[in-house]
């Protein structure tokens, strides 16, 4: 497992035989990349959206899941 601080936002990637499997981010940068607030993050995990997993004391969720969120309410927008 390999872990790198970056703007003081930690980044969790694990590696099996130099293949990256997933990305893991905190929810504070999960809630930034959405334009959401974390209690947002906990109602899609509470809805099945998302799941969330632990990382000692930390609480983090996949990039990818986020990133698929992201795309998702984009799409859907309303017209302004």
Known sequence: M???????ITYVIII?????LDEYISLEE????????????????KNGRITLY???????????DIE?????NEEIRPFK
């Open 2 to 8: 390999f872990a790198t601080t970056i703007s003081k």
């Open 68 to 72: 698929e969120i992201k795309k998702e």
């Open 30 to 45: 999960a809630a930034q990349i959405c334009n959401v607030t974390r209690a947002a993050i906990y109602r899609w995990q």
């Open 54 to 64: 632990k990382k000692g004391s930390r609480t983090v969720v996949k990039r990818s």
């Open 16 to 20: 099996t035989r130099g293949v990256i």
